[in-house]
C-alpha cells in the first residue's frame, strides 16, 4: 500500500518536473493516456439473501484503477481499466435464508471454507468521447467487461423442530466463470497541471450480472436423497466515485 | 567446526521439540455416580425436561462423573483428548413393560442412536459403533461425562414407558467404572 502511494507521488512529481520544464500549452491533445486512480463503492448485494454458500462479490469499500488508452483527433477514444474492489462476504445470510426455504427447520450453518475478505478484480475495454474545455476535457465512457466474483463449497445442516431428523446439505460451486459480466458508465473530468501530466475526477455506474452454478446433496436424517444443480442468478448495481492522475504518454 | 557441531546440535533439540508438540495427549480418567434424565430433543439443541416428553424427540442423557483424572500434558494451556482407562463394551437398552409388538424385557439398543455434536460435526451413531467414540475423544462438559441416546424409532401410540440402560465396562474387578444398570422411571410420552 505504502508502496503503490510511493510509486504514484513519485510519479506525479517526475511529470510536474517535466511539465514545468516545457512550455507547451496545457490543453486536450490526441495520443496515448494512462491513469491511476483510488475510488470508494458501493454495490447491491442480491447474493446475501439467497443459497450461494461462500460467495464473495463487490461491497461497498475502497478500491483502485488503472486505466490506459488512446484518443483519436476526433475526440473518440478506446480505454482498457484493470480494478480492484473491495467485497462483501455473504455466508451471514445463509442461516436465514435455509430456514425460509425449509419451514420448521432451525439451519445450523457449518463453516467449511478459509475463504477471507478479499478484492475483487475487474477488467473492462470501452469508448471514450473527448469534450476539451480550457486546460482539460470531460469524458464520458462506456465500457464492457467482467468482476470477479469467489465461490465455495459449503457444508450446512438444519434440524427438523419436534424431531430428531436432521438435514445435511453440501454444496460445491460448478462451472462458475471467474469473471460476472459488467456494463460500466460513467464519465469523468480531467485536468492539466502540467502539458504531460494531471488529476481527474470520476464516476461511474455499473451493472453486475451474477451466474452460479452449485451441485447440492442432500440427506435427512443420513439417508441420502437425489443430487441436484441449481443456478443462482442475480444482477446487482453499484456506483463508485474516485479521484486520480493521469499522464499523457504520446502525443499527436 | 565448533559452529557446525552447536548448528547440528540446535537442529536435532529443534526436531525433538517438533515431534514432541505433534504428539496428541490424553487425559485419562475413570467414571462414577451415574444418573439419567430425560430429553426433549425439538428444539435445535437437546434439553432434558422432567415430565412428559414428544415420542417423536425423545431421548435419555447419561451423565457421570470423571474421576481419577491424570493430565495427559505437563503444559496447563494444552487441550488433551479424554481418554476412558476402562473403556465400555456394552451401552444396552430395555423396554422393562414392551410395547408395539415388542415384549417385556427385550434389548431395544437398535432403536437408539447416540448423539455426536462437535462444533464442526453433528451426527447420530448405532450403539453398536459408539462404544469406541464414548471411550476415547468425548468431550468432558462442565466437569461433568454426558451423552443422549435418541429414541429414533419410538412407539408408535403415545402413553407411558419404562426403561432400563445397561452400561458394561472393561473394568477387570476396578471400584470404578463398574458395570451400571439404571432403572428409570416411567416416562409419559406424548
Same mark, same amino acid.
Given at each position: 500500500?505504502?508502496?503503490?502511494?510511493?510509486? @504514484?507521488?513519485?510519479?506525479?512529481?517526475?511529470?510536474?518536473?517535466?511539465?514545468?520544464?516545457?512550455?507547451?500549452?496545457?490543453?486536450?491533445?490526441?495520443?496515448?493516456?494512462?491513469?491511476?486512480?483510488?475510488?470508494?463503492?458501493?454495490?447491491?448485494?442480491p447474493?446475501?439473501n439467497?443459497?450461494?454458500?461462500?460467495?464473495?462479490?463487490?461491497? !461497498?469499500?475502497?478500491?483502485?484503477?488503472?486505466?490506459?488508452g488512446?484518443?483519436?483527433?476526433?475526440?473518440?477514444?478506446?480505454?482498457?481499466?484493470?480494478?480492484?474492489?473491495?467485497?462483501?462476504?455473504?455466508e451471514?445470510?445463509i +442461516?436465514? +435464508?435455509?430456514?425460509?426455504?425449509n419451514?420448521?427447520?432451525?439451519?445450523?450453518?457449518?463453516?467449511?471454507?478459509?475463504?477471507?475478505?478479499?478484492?475483487?478484480?475487474?477488467?473492462?475495454?470501452?469508448?471514450?468521447?473527448?469534450?476539451?474545455?480550457?486546460?482539460?476535457?470531460? +469524458?464520458?465512457?462506456?465500457?464492457?467487461g467482467?468482476?470477479?466474483?469467489?465461490?465455495?463449497?459449503?457444508?450446512?445442516?438444519?434440524?427438523?423442530?419436534?424431531?430428531?431428523? @436432521?438435514?445435511?446439505?453440501?454444496?460445491?460451486?460448478?462451472?462458475?466463470?471467474?469473471?460476472?459480466?459488467?456494463?460500466?458508465?460513467?464519465?469523468?473530468?480531467?485536468?492539466?497541471?502540467?502539458?504531460?501530466?494531471?488529476?481527474?475526477?470520476?464516476?461511474?455506474?455499473m451493472?453486475? $450480472?451474477?451466474?452460479?452454478?452449485?451441485?447440492?446433496?442432500?440427506e435427512?436424517?443420513?439417508?441420502?436423497?437425489?443430487?441436484?444443480?441449481?443456478?443462482?442468478?442475480?444482477?446487482?448495481?453499484?456506483?463508485?466515485?474516485?479521484?486520480? @492522475?493521469?499522464?499523457?504518454?504520446?502525443? $499527436? | 567446526?565448533?559452529?557446525?557441531?552447536?548448528?547440528?546440535?540446535?537442529?536435532?533439540?529443534?526436531?525433538?521439540?517438533?515431534?514432541?508438540?505433534?504428539?496428541?495427549?490424553? *487425559?485419562s480418567?475413570?467414571?462414577?455416580?451415574?444418573?439419567?434424565?430425560?430429553? =426433549?430433543?425439538?428444539?435445535?439443541?437437546?434439553?432434558?425436561?422432567?415430565?412428559?416428553?414428544?415420542?417423536?424427540?425423545?431421548?435419555?442423557?447419561?451423565?457421570?462423573?470423571?474421576?481419577?483424572?491424570?493430565?495427559? !500434558?505437563?503444559? *496447563?494451556? +494444552?487441550?488433551?483428548?479424554?481418554?476412558?482407562?476402562?473403556?465400555?463394551t *456394552?451401552?444396552?437398552?430395555?423396554?422393562? *413393560?414392551?410395547?408395539?409388538?415388542?415384549?417385556?424385557?427385550?434389548?431395544?439398543? =437398535?432403536r437408539?442412536?447416540?448423539?455426536?455434536?462437535?462444533?464442526?460435526?453433528?451426527?447420530?451413531?448405532?450403539?453398536?459403533?459408539?462404544?469406541?467414540?464414548?471411550?476415547e475423544? $468425548?468431550?468432558?462438559? =462442565?466437569?461433568?461425562?454426558?451423552?443422549?441416546?435418541?429414541?429414533? =424409532?419410538?412407539?408408535s401410540?403415545?402413553?407411558?414407558?419404562?426403561?432400563?440402560?445397561?452400561?458394561?465396562?472393561?473394568?477387570?474387578?476396578?471400584?470404578?467404572?463398574?458395570?451400571?444398570?439404571? @432403572?428409570?422411571?416411567?416416562?409419559?410420552?406424548?
Amino acid at each position: 500500500m505504502t508502496t503503490r502511494l510511493y510509486f @504514484i507521488l513519485s510519479l506525479g512529481l517526475l511529470c510536474i518536473q517535466a511539465g514545468r520544464a516545457q512550455k507547451a500549452p496545457k490543453q486536450w491533445t490526441s495520443g496515448l493516456f494512462g491513469s491511476l486512480s483510488a475510488h470508494y463503492g458501493a454495490f447491491q448485494q442480491p447474493l446475501r439473501n439467497v443459497v450461494s454458500p461462500y460467495s464473495v462479490a463487490p461491497g !461497498s469499500g475502497l478500491g483502485f484503477q488503472a486505466e490506459g488508452g488512446i484518443a483519436f483527433k476526433n475526440h473518440l477514444g478506446m480505454k482498457l481499466l484493470l480494478g480492484a474492489v473491495s467485497t462483501s462476504n455473504m455466508e451471514a445470510g445463509i +442461516e436465514k +435464508e435455509l430456514e425460509a426455504q425449509n419451514p420448521g427447520y432451525y439451519a445450523d450453518f457449518v463453516p467449511f471454507s478459509d475463504f477471507q475478505e478479499r478484492r475483487s478484480t475487474q477488467l473492462a475495454f470501452g469508448f471514450t468521447y473527448a469534450f476539451p474545455f480550457k486546460n482539460g476535457w470531460f +469524458e464520458p465512457e462506456i465500457m464492457f467487461g467482467g468482476t470477479q466474483v469467489f465461490a465455495d463449497q459449503a457444508h450446512t445442516r438444519l434440524k427438523k423442530a419436534g424431531s430428531h431428523d @436432521i438435514m445435511v446439505m453440501q454444496y460445491r460451486p460448478v462451472n462458475t466463470p471467474p469473471l460476472s459480466p459488467t456494463l460500466f458508465l460513467g464519465a469523468r473530468v480531467n485536468r492539466y497541471l502540467t502539458p504531460w501530466f494531471g488529476i481527474f475526477a470520476n464516476v461511474r455506474g455499473m451493472a453486475i $450480472w451474477y451466474q452460479m452454478d452449485y451441485w447440492a446433496s442432500q440427506e435427512i436424517t443420513f439417508l441420502p436423497q437425489p443430487e441436484d444443480i441449481f443456478t443462482v442468478k442475480k444482477s446487482a448495481l453499484g456506483v463508485q466515485a474516485g479521484a486520480g @492522475i493521469f499522464v499523457q504518454m504520446g502525443k $499527436w | 567446526m565448533n559452529y557446525l557441531k552447536w548448528l547440528l546440535l540446535s537442529g536435532f533439540m529443534l526436531s525433538i521439540y517438533a515431534f514432541q508438540c505433534n504428539l496428541e495427549c490424553y *487425559d485419562s480418567m475413570e467414571l462414577q455416580n451415574w444418573s439419567a434424565q430425560w430429553v =426433549d430433543n425439538s428444539g435445535k439443541e437437546p434439553q432434558t425436561v422432567e415430565g412428559p416428553a414428544p415420542k417423536n424427540a425423545f431421548g435419555i442423557r447419561l451423565k457421570a462423573d470423571p474421576v481419577n483424572q491424570v493430565r495427559g !500434558s505437563s503444559d *496447563d494451556s +494444552e487441550t488433551c483428548f479424554p481418554l476412558l482407562v476402562h473403556p465400555f463394551t *456394552d451401552i444396552s437398552l430395555i423396554t422393562l *413393560d414392551g410395547f408395539d409388538t415388542i415384549p417385556a424385557q427385550t434389548d431395544i439398543s =437398535d432403536r437408539f442412536m447416540l448423539r455426536y455434536s462437535t462444533k464442526t460435526n453433528l451426527e447420530y451413531i448405532s450403539l453398536n459403533n459408539a462404544l469406541s467414540t464414548l471411550s476415547e475423544l $468425548w468431550e468432558i462438559t =462442565d466437569n461433568s461425562f454426558r451423552f443422549d441416546l435418541l429414541m429414533v =424409532d419410538p412407539p408408535s401410540q403415545p402413553g407411558n414407558y419404562r426403561f432400563s440402560v445397561q452400561l458394561r465396562f472393561d473394568t477387570l474387578g476396578a471400584t470404578v467404572n463398574r458395570d451400571t444398570l439404571l @432403572i428409570l422411571p416411567t416416562v409419559t410420552l406424548q
